[in-house]
């Protein structure tokens, strides 16, 4: 009955830390946020982990197991082959605090530089649910930050300072596709929060844990109305002989 | 926070906690592309072979030497290809692809790659020029018609004597026209399709062409969610409908006629 | 030294803690107002429990039915409440909700539409119409990132990841709280004209629950301290449908728009055992026979007005929490001890586009498939009715400058909370705190901070790691969530909440001894717990002091040796608050009088046979 599992777990803090080996008693359907509570219970009461609802809707527990970013409450142990360990490490791109938990304050301040929803004059708020299902999608997203930690401008190339990260594309996505929204985010988006530095190479997409089509649905339609007003040569020309600068994202596509 | 990382130690090639064979998808596209490459650059510049009765090989298409009467020394192949392989090359699939296989950028997910914040995405030349992505589409789409039209002829089966064209199949046929599906099923799941028909409206619902274009997003958007599985078989497809057309032509393979 | 200079300090005007629902919607107004607000939670921001929330926003909108009003929400309430509810909060409540859903719209909520692009609404336990503003089954996750972008961006500052251990006060007034950072275990002191409560509920001190680590009960247990009277601390809600397997996940919530969907409870024989337990006071809204219900089920997802009445499955949820109780109990429960929730007769795809996040949950943590077979759920301890006692106009506590909202505070929904009722209680009354909160900053002069307070409070937490021995506190935790589990939980009796009664003094005395010896102060979770423990066993008590004063069985409170309604205790709320000897009191306190025409409302709905909805 009692089956047990071997689990390593990074301990340490910014001064450094080693994985630490610990034996946990096997539940059916047991995930790996149950064996870390464990721990804390009966091996290590300081054990400091992040975690809230336990049922992945808030996207506390984002942490690396066996090198792969994932919500710790959402994977199971039965994923994994009986002999393997479970090898349960921080985040790398933020930096760490204690054993599990990193600080991803940063985030929170790129999101405070995005300008938020701002009703076009003329809104009536009458909307559809065709216009809702494509944003919808973007409202999934628990800000669990593991596309953030996955993405490799980020996480190898720390462009902290020159790109938003895919969380914040998809905030962006959200509300420049919002049918009430007046604001046009594309010379943000193409300065200030690095659009071009995403290669979308998908590894945003891979992680999300609310399958939230990252790349596909928030990033290269961005980047598309990044291109329509910045690097379309037919458009340009257009614009030229029309003498008028059309907004991408007016009404009917300008 | 810029320049501070939780790990102190720098990123190697491949360094990564992850147990499973994350290496495998680049290999195997590296291998695909590779091939593929290889044997496309051949064939353009065979100048020979692009014909065998009404079938006509794609990388051959239009096939402008005929047309014009020109008397060209060089494989025409080459002007005509670069508009599918431009396409291709700023196709946001192929785009991922190249950048994680070839140039490792990164080459999987979690997986290192040497640490620099010299890195510029597509930010700058030569990769900034992926932004003119929707040309190529637009260029593609008309070589995509003459390959259309490459499919209908190779149904008219000329007789020997010059005789009138007969209504007919061969195995041909069917390799002519699976590779012109797969490359309209490529080609309309396109992202910047998608986009310009009506991803960049903000409203769906305003108005009748704005809900005529959202029912056109929504077939792009179906194609398009299988867009990397477009992207191989209609590869492979274009591939072997040059390859069949030549080896029949070359008199190694028998073009099998079914009516 | 004085501890403005010994510990790291803020100044504000207004202090809110806890930023869910209610915390955020007051900072907001409060920060609308001018007054300098600052947001203090545990957990990051926009983590809060309210993300949890599926269901929807109970708000009389009319948009799907058009007969719905504030008159009839406020019926609901009362009647889901069993009418020991605060009628100007129910009355508050039921009036403003509509108001507050369209801010939330203005701010950027994308809620599901009508056909003709107005908001939709679904039908919910308890309520007549169908009411319930959602988003699929997040809705709780739509409205925190709602008010969390609002907030931001109006200039809110926000500490996340910081307790607070203590409110300071000085003389009877509020002047500020004392807290630490969990990142660093440094002690920070909040000196503040007005602070507002929304900490939410205590649910953590119960085995089985749908709440997170963060529902210690600590704001009633600081309001407790500083002078507040608790209310109402016996009603606690048990949600009927909880997970029961596999272990790990028991407790977790299954919305109750399972049901308002489609979804049937049934026992190991299969039946639809709800029908038997409808009380006479629900007969003229609830179907009495199977096919009345997959009647309406079937006209609901025709979009058309329903003729027939409701499912019995939507009854409010203390009923149906004891119905399933019962079954399981008398042995016709599931394989796991729950019964069957089954929505596996709607189409595949209705369920996957209405009920995204359960076919997930479902999926990956228990590998059940809701599209085509049925789950498995028992009722989990969810959430308290009862809480801190505050003026319902301006949810000001008996301590001048502090406030309270959400399901911190007691009041608005009695016996019994109807489903939806709190999200939309959190919008209404966080507004009007984070409002009288700026509006009291206004006129209160700066407070002063009591260094013997700041350092008592410090002193409490050093104790807990230069204590020589002393207990662990998972350990006592654990004893405390088996005993409130088996001894206050559904169906209460004189003899267990005594022993309960004595079980907690001596749980008390343990924790005021337990210690922590790993780790440092540095984000260390065992050394957070020691504190959150005492809280926890504080409002234990209440829970169950004010569970033995009430001898009657009204709501979500079931006494086994009183069962049925008592008229003596329909006329009074129960009121918990510290002594002077520092011993907890408690009170009957009657309810206030409720206007004529209000009055009329109810009499009329009691005899009114409606015949639908």
Request: hydrophobic share 40%; charged share 25%; glycine share 10%.
């Amino acid at each position: 009955m009692a089956e047990v599992r071997k689990f390593k777990v990074y301990r340490g803090d910014k001064n450094g830390g080693q994985l630490t080996e610990y034996n946990v008693q096997v539940e059916p359907g047991m995930v790996v946020l149950d064996g870390i509570h464990q721990i804390q219970r009966t091996q290590a009461a300081d054990l400091a982990c992040r975690w809230n609802c336990k049922a992945a809707k808030c996207g506390s527990c984002s942490a690396e197991v066996n090198g792969k970013p994932r919500l710790l409450c959402k994977t199971r142990l039965d994923d994994f082959d009986p002999a393997e360990i479970i090898t349960v490490r921080p985040v790398k791109t933020f930096p760490l605090i204690r054993d599990l938990v990193c600080d991803v304050s940063w985030n929170f301040e790129v999101n405070k530089k995005i300008p938020p929803l701002t009703p076009k004059k003329t809104a009536d708020w009458v909307m559809h649910q065709e216009d809702m299902d494509r944003v919808q999608e973007f409202r999934k997203c628990i800000e669990c930050f593991l596309c953030q930690n996955v993405c490799h401008v980020l996480r190898n190339h720390d462009l902290k300072d020159r790109f938003y990260g895919p969380r914040f594309m998809v905030r962006i996505a959200c509300l420049e596709m919002h049918p009430m929204d007046g604001l046009d985010r594309t010379k943000l988006l193409k300065d200030e929060a690095g659009l071009g530095f995403c290669n979308i190479t998908k590894c945003c997409t891979e992680v999300c844990p609310e399958e939230i089509h990252i790349t596909d649905n928030a990033i290269i339609p961005l980047k598309e109305r990044v291109a329509d007003r910045h690097y379309d040569p037919l458009r340009a020309f257009w614009r030229k002989i029309m003498g008028a600068d059309h907004p991408c994202t007016c009404a009917d596509g300008g | 926070m810029a320049g501070i990382l939780s790990v102190t130690d720098p990123d190697r090639l491949g360094k990564t906690d992850r147990v499973d064979a994350w290496w495998v998808e680049p290999l195997l596209t590296v291998l695909g592309l590779t091939a593929f490459i290889v044997y496309s650059t051949w064939a353009a510049f065979q100048g020979d072979h692009y014909r065998f009765g009404p079938y006509l090989s794609p990388f051959y298409s239009p096939n402008i030497k005929e047309w014009f009467g020109w008397n060209l020394d060089f494989s025409f192949a080459f002007s005509i290809l670069w508009v599918p392989a431009g396409f291709r090359a700023t196709c946001y699939y192929y785009r991922k692809a190249y950048y994680r296989s070839y140039f490792m950028d990164p080459p999987g997910c979690a997986v290192g790659e040497p640490h620099g914040r010299s890195y510029l995405g597509e930010t700058e030349f030569p990769f900034i020029l992926q932004n003119l992505h929707r040309c190529f589409f637009y260029l593609a789409a008309i070589v995509l018609a003459f390959l259309w039209y490459d499919a209908y002829e190779a149904f008219f089966f000329k007789d020997a004597a010059t005789g009138p064209a007969t209504f007919g199949m061969g195995v041909g046929t069917i390799v002519l026209l699976v590779n012109v599906v797969t490359l309209t099923g490529f080609s309309f799941g396109c992202n910047s399709l998608r986009h310009l028909i009506g991803g960049k409206l903000d409203c769906f619902t305003c108005g009748a062409t704005a809900r005529i274009r959202h029912k056109l997003w929504g077939g792009v958007s179906l194609l398009n969610l299988r867009h990397t599985e477009w992207a191989w078989v209609s590869l492979f497809a274009v591939g072997f409908a040059d390859l069949y057309v030549r080896l029949c032509s070359m008199g190694i393979w028998h073009d099998i006629r079914i009516f | 030294m004085s501890a403005e200079s010994k510990y790291e300090t803020h100044e504000y005007d207004v202090l809110v803690i806890g930023a869910g629902g209610a915390g955020l919607r007051a900072a907001i107004e409060a920060s609308a107002m001018g007054a300098r607000t600052a947001l203090v939670c545990k957990s990051l921001l926009g983590k809060a429990h309210t993300v949890m929330a599926e269901g929807g926003i109970a708000a009389a909108m009319a948009n799907v039915d058009p007969q719905d009003g504030w008159e009839t929400h406020f019926k609901d309430t009362m009647r889901g409440g069993v009418f020991v509810n605060n009628w100007r909060m129910a009355q508050l409540h039921a009036q403003q909700a509509p108001d507050r859903v369209r801010e939330l719209e203005r701010w950027g909520a994308v809620f599901d539409r009508t056909h003709d692009g107005k908001i939709l609404q679904r039908a919910f336990g308890g309520h007549t119409y169908r009411r319930l503003v959602h988003v699929g089954d997040r809705t709780g996750l739509e409205m925190i990132r709602t008010l969390q972008e609002k907030g931001v961006h109006q200039g809110i500052d926000v500490f996340m990841e910081c307790a607070v251990t203590r409110l300071l006060k000085d003389g009877d007034r509020i002047a500020g709280a004392f807290a630490y950072w969990r990142e660093t275990g440094r002690y920070v002191i909040f000196k503040s004209k007005a602070v507002v409560l929304c900490t939410g509920g205590i649910g953590k001190a119960y085995k089985i629950t749908s709440n997170s680590w963060e529902y210690t009960g600590d704001g009633q247990a600081l309001a407790y301290h500083a002078g507040a009277e608790l209310l109402d601390m016996e009603f606690l809600q048990f949600h009927p449908t909880g997970m029961v397997w596999p272990p790990g996940v028991s407790g977790l919530l299954v919305t109750e728009s399972v049901r308002g969907d489609g979804g049937q409870l049934r026992n190991n024989k299969g039946e639809r055992f709800m029908f038997k337990h409808i009380p006479d006071r629900y007969k003229p809204q609830i179907s009495e026979t199977e096919a009345e219900a997959n009647q309406w089920i079937a006209e609901i997802r025709a979009g058309k007005q329903p003729t027939a009445r409701k499912p019995a499955e939507l009854l409010p949820r203390d009923i149906v929490a004891r119905g399933i109780y019962m079954e399981v109990k008398e042995g016709r429960g599931s394989p796991h001890g729950g019964v069957f929730l089954d929505i596996s007769h709607m189409p595949a795809e209705y369920v996957k586009k209405k009920l995204p996040s359960m076919y997930h949950q479902f999926k990956d943590l228990a590998d059940v498939d809701i599209t085509r077979e049925p789950m498995e759920v028992g009722p989990t301890t969810h959430y308290i009715m009862g809480g801190i006692r505050v003026n319902p106009d301006t949810q000001e506590s008996a301590v001048p400058g502090l406030f309270a909202a959400g399901e911190a505070a007691g009041g608005l929904h009695g016996a019994n909370r109807l489903g939806g009722n709190s999200l939309s209680d959190l919008l209404v009354f966080g507004k009007l705190a984070g409002e009288h909160a700026a509006q009291h900053a206004k006129t209160a002069g700066p407070p002063k901070v009591d260094d013997a307070q700041a350092d008592g409070a410090a002193r409490e937490m050093n104790e807990f790691f230069t204590r020589a021995d002393g207990e662990n506190p998972y350990q006592i935790h654990a004893e405390l969530q088996d005993m409130m589990q088996s001894l206050v939980g559904i169906f209460r009796v004189e003899d267990e909440l005594r022993k309960s009664l004595e079980k907690l003094a001596t749980l008390k005395n343990r924790a005021a001894r337990v210690c922590i010896k790993e780790g440092n102060k540095m984000f260390n979770p065992g050394w957070h717990l020691c504190k959150d423990l005492q809280n926890m066993i504080l409002i234990a008590e209440a829970v169950a002091r004010a569970a033995q004063f009430r001898k009657e069985s009204r709501g979500a409170h079931s006494r086994l040796d009183h069962p049925g309604f008592n008229p003596e205790f329909a006329k009074v709320n129960t009121v918990a608050f510290k002594g002077r000897d520092g011993a907890m009191q408690l009170e009957g306190r009657p309810l206030p009088e409720m206007p004529a025409e209000l009055k009329q409302l109810i009499e009329t709905e009691k005899n009114h046979k409606e015949r639908h909805g």
